[in-house]
């Protein structure tokens, strides 16, 4: 039914600037189903926090001609 897919837990109320371009440490990797991070986001609005589960960029640089496939 649900494709299995890795998202990130990201903090909304950090600046911008505190964001690595190279990607997001991995204990903030979870792995789940569209329906369970939908849930899951959910209630952390209910909690009123600024976390939230972002689904990770599926799109990969091709090194050797610097496309995106």
């Not at 569209?34 to 899951?40: G, H």
């Not at 009123?48 to 799109?59: E, G, Q, S």
Request: charged residues 30%; proline residues 3%; without cysteine.
């Amino acid at each position: 039914m649900y494709k299995i897919e890795k998202y990130y837990l990201i903090d909304w109320g950090i600046p911008a600037n505190q964001f690595s371009e190279s990607g997001y440490t991995p204990n903030k990797e979870v792995y789940m189903t569209s329906e369970d991070a939908q849930i899951k986001n959910n209630e952390l609005v209910e909690l009123r926090t600024t976390l939230r589960y972002v689904r990770a960029n599926a799109r990969k640089l091709n090194k050797k001609n610097d496309e995106v496939r």
